[in-house]
Antibody, heavy 121, light 107 residues
Framework: QVQLQESGPGLVKPSQTLSLTCTVS??????????WSWIRQHPGKGLEWIGY???????YYTPSLASRLTISLDTSKNHFSLKLSSVTAADTAVYYC?????????????WGQGTLVTVSS | DIQMTQSPSSLSASVGDRVTVPCRAS??????LNWYQQKSGRAPKLLIY???NLQSGVPSRFSGSGSGTDFTLTISSLQPEDSATYYC?????????FGGGTKVEIK
């Protein structure tokens, strides 16, 4: 069974870059057909899909964040990463990594526990 | 973008009740609709995929139905552990989008 674990700073200053890593265990990040995703949840709010990266390295980003966003794979470490630049208080949220194992239906079947990132000086 | 609407945002029911949670898409999404359960402080958990398919390990009291623009998550007999927020998510097109959630509380 795939397990995911987010890691990264819990506090980021405004205008800086938010960087998070999702370490994958119980499966290979090179697995054919898998999408590796990031989703966030603002405090007390609903879920927002950020983007995902296909096992081949192809990325898909939500348009509202695309200009500030980079998602990448590191196959040697079996993890994938998110970088969000020029952050503001509006980027304060719990960030989840998740997998999509079925590229036809695209449901999130495994999730990390989530990590709270606060943007504040 | 496809907008997903969940109304009501909360509902209250008694243990043993049949509960229905609606979800509406702003355009037809066939059956590209998934349901998640999120308990307080926890990550969401997949319940139903492709509108009506029960994820492995999910109790059979959960079921999903619908196609096109209107979908329903049904809990046939509400249990205390079902107190949570339920989200629908469309996977018909990117950007993938979620509904705002329906919080189910136990009376």
């Amino acid at each position: 069974q795939v397990q995911l674990q987010e890691s990264g700073p819990g506090l980021v200053k405004p205008s800086q870059t938010l960087s998070l890593t999702c370490t994958v265990s119980g499966g290979s990040i090179n697995s054919d057909g898998y999408y590796w995703s990031w989703i966030r949840q603002h405090p007390g709010k609903g879920l927002e899909w950020i983007g995902y990266i296909y096992y081949s390295g192809t990325t898909y980003y939500t348009p509202s964040l695309a200009s500030r966003l980079t998602i990448s794979l590191d196959t040697s470490k079996n993890h994938f990463s998110l970088k969000l630049s020029s952050v503001t208080a509006a980027d304060t949220a719990v960030y989840y990594c998740a997998t999509i194992g079925d590229s036809d239906i695209e449901y999130f079947d495994y999730w990390g526990q989530g990590t709270l990132v606060t943007v504040s000086s | 973008d496809i907008q997903m609407t969940q109304s009501p945002s909360s509902l209250s029911a008694s243990v043993g009740d049949r509960v229905t949670v609606p979800c509406r898409a702003s355009q037809s999404i066939s059956t590209y609709l998934n349901w998640y359960q999120q308990k307080s402080g926890r990550a969401p958990k997949l319940l139903i995929y492709a509108a009506s398919n029960l994820q492995s390990g999910v109790p059979s009291r959960f079921s999903g139905s619908g196609s096109g623009t209107d979908f329903t998550l049904t809990i046939s007999s509400l249990q205390p552990e079902d107190s949570a927020t339920y989200y629908c998510q469309q996977s018909y097109s990117t950007p993938l989008t979620f509904g705002g959630g329906t919080k189910v509380e136990i009376k």
